[in-house]
């Protein structure tokens, strides 16, 4: 060995580097959960709670039966279309003025829809709550991710937010029963405003302001390609599923061969096309391209966006058939959802514990397969079928599989995201989500619509009274039967991207960068 690289000795003391500065956890970490956690159920709920109070509304306002869409899909159009656009202002304004402008215009909108006068006050005010909503749903998420650094820790929070994300949609189906039947439709609406005022006087004081540093600056030509893109996109998909009668009485949907559809479709892909290639472009990009290039974080995003297209078939179907078929009011119906809301949130804590165990792969392909077979237990309604031995027992082993689900996927969308990717990150994954649930919608209606009608001419023709009741819940409870299979497939196409894509392993979910307070 050479000279050089002998160690030196002395007797003088060495000064060894001091170690590292470890930050210790926000000590109000639970209570910022908490914020987020009702902040994050508000919006869940306000994208099912007026399912159930639409028809008193529409009778309310003299909404036209091709305009009741509206009611849900104005909000869908602005949340969806503006969520990347609301994660990269949350992370530049600061993630907890974004929330805090979100509750605050997320109240008020609900306000102006609580005391609409009319049909269009009661479209603008839904397509404001998505305005401010696509502001508030990535400011969450990124605060779970810059708040909680140790793995177990976040494994929990990310558990009560996985169990939010999966069971806040029947909670609001309950929710809007209760309120619509002992009250009014408004209240589905007005409740909003205390929840969200009182919230946003919490968070003034709890949350913690956390940003992006380095280069704030806005790509606005990626901004107005992705927000002309995904609202072309959601709207069309929308459109399609509208429904329509002919001059002999049948329903059936618009269709993909609209010149309306087609026209949005060209839009949208036009728009995302030039919205990728500006993005590999641009110095600061809304949405960076690694964001979804990384196999953990793009196999997420595809998971979420195929189980919200599937999961749409139960929620959707089912409640048809609770108030349709088995002639449920509004309150049972929204009650009978309830196992399913339960079920995932008493499973959400064992999930959390096991997620920083087994890592999130193990917990996902199991979870998926299960959802599949619920999903499938579904095609064993009938319209006389048994609520507590036929559709119980599907729910539950459904939203068994979805908890294992949205838990480990929420933790691994947001695997290597530093701080200042945080809130796009979060965005992308609610983008995905939305973007699953219009295409479900879309293509779950005319798949169940078109077997209805085939099924019906398959009755009528072997002598059945097409107006017969009987006649008619037999040939609803076909079409929701192909609504499930085609709900079950792309469950299953979510676990085969699970077993392709998602590599990360236990070790990987407390990532550097997502744990470092920005």
Same mark, same amino acid.
């Given at each position: 060995m050479s000279e050089s690289v002998l160690p030196v000795t002395s007797d003088e003391p060495v000064a060894l580097p001091a170690p590292a500065a470890v930050e210790p956890p926000d000590p109000r970490r639970w209570a910022i959960l908490g914020v987020i956690a009702v902040t994050q159920l508000m919006l869940v709920l306000d994208s099912s709670i007026m399912t159930i109070a639409l028809p008193s509304a529409a009778e309310d306002l003299?909404?036209?039966?091709?305009?009741?869409?509206?009611?849900?899909?104005?909000?869908?159009?602005?949340?969806?279309?503006?969520?990347?656009?609301?994660?990269?202002?949350?992370?530049?304004?600061?993630?907890?003025?974004?929330?805090?402008?979100?509750? !605050?215009?997320? &109240?008020?909108?609900? +306000?102006?829809? %609580? =005391?609409?006068?009319?049909?269009?006050?009661?479209?603008?005010?839904?397509?404001l709550q998505g305005v401010f909503g696509a502001l508030m749903a990535p400011a969450a998420l990124a605060l779970i991710t810059v708040t909680f650094t140790e793995p177990h820790e976040r494994a929990k929070a990310f558990g009560v937010f996985g169990a939010i994300a999966g069971g806040g949609a029947a909670i609001g189906l309950i929710a809007g029963g209760v309120l619509t039947e002992y009250l009014d439709w408004r209240w589905c609406l007005?409740?909003? !405003?205390?929840? &969200?005022?009182?919230? +946003?006087?919490? %968070? =003034?004081?709890?949350?913690?302001?956390?940003?992006a540093h380095g280069n704030t600056r806005f790509d606005i030509p990626g901004a107005v390609l992705s927000v002309i893109g995904l609202v072309s996109l959601v709207y069309a998909f929308t459109e399609t599923a509208k429904l329509t009668v002919d001059d002999q009485g049948h329903t059936t949907t618009v269709g993909w061969t609209d010149p309306v559809v087609v026209a949005l479709l060209v839009v949208a892909v036009l728009s995302l096309v030039a919205f990728v290639v500006v993005e590999t472009r641009v110095p600061n990009p809304l949405l960076p391209m690694r964001l979804i290039l990384d196999r953990n974080r793009g196999g997420s995003y595809l998971v979420f966006l195929l189980v919200g297209a599937?999961?749409?078939?139960?929620?959707?179907?089912?409640?048809?058939?609770?108030?349709?078929?088995?002639?449920?009011?509004p309150l049972k119906a929204g009650f009978a959802f309830l196992p399913f809301s339960v079920t995932l949130i008493l499973m959400a804590g064992v999930v959390a514990r096991l997620l920083p165990v087994t890592g999130p792969r193990p917990l996902m392909i199991v979870g998926l397969s299960l959802a599949a077979v619920g999903m499938l237990m579904l095609t064993r309604t009938t319209p006389t079928s048994s609520y507590w031995t036929v559709v119980l027992p599907a729910l539950v082993v459904l939203s068994l599989g979805?908890?294992?689900?949205?838990?480990?996927?929420?933790?691994?969308?947001?695997?290597?995201?530093?701080?200042?990717?945080?809130?796009?990150?979060?965005?992308?994954?609610?983008?995905?989500?939305?973007?699953?649930?219009?295409?479900?919608?879309?293509?779950?209606?005319?798949?169940?619509?078109?077997?209805?009608?085939?099924k019906l001419t398959d009755l009528v023709a072997g002598g059945a009274d097409a107006a017969d009741a009987a006649t008619q819940a037999t040939a609803q409870v076909a079409g929701y039967h192909v609504a499930y299979l085609a709900g079950a497939g792309l469950l299953v196409l979510a676990l085969v991207a699970t077993i392709a894509l998602i590599q990360a392993r236990r070790s990987d979910l407390p990532t550097e960068g997502a744990a470092a307070i920005a």
């Open positions: 003299n909404i036209a039966d091709n305009d009741r869409a509206w009611v849900i899909t104005a909000y869908t159009l602005a949340f969806g279309g503006l969520l990347l656009l609301g994660g990269r202002v949350a992370d530049y304004l600061g993630r907890k003025r974004a929330m805090l402008i979100g509750l !605050l215009g997320f &109240a008020a909108a609900s +306000a102006l829809g %609580g =005391v609409a006068a009319n049909a269009g006050m009661l479209f603008g005010a839904r397509a007005l409740v909003n !405003l205390p929840i &969200a005022l009182i919230t +946003a006087a919490f %968070g =003034v004081r709890i949350l913690r302001e956390s940003r599937g999961l749409f078939a139960m929620f959707m179907f089912m409640g048809f058939y609770f108030q349709q078929v088995l002639h449920y009011e979805m908890c294992m689900v949205f838990i480990p996927a929420s933790s691994t969308a947001l695997i290597g995201v530093g701080g200042h990717d945080a809130g796009i990150a979060s965005a992308v994954l609610n983008t995905a989500q939305q973007v699953g649930g219009s295409l479900g919608v879309a293509l779950l209606s005319t798949f169940a619509i078109t077997a209805t009608t085939n």
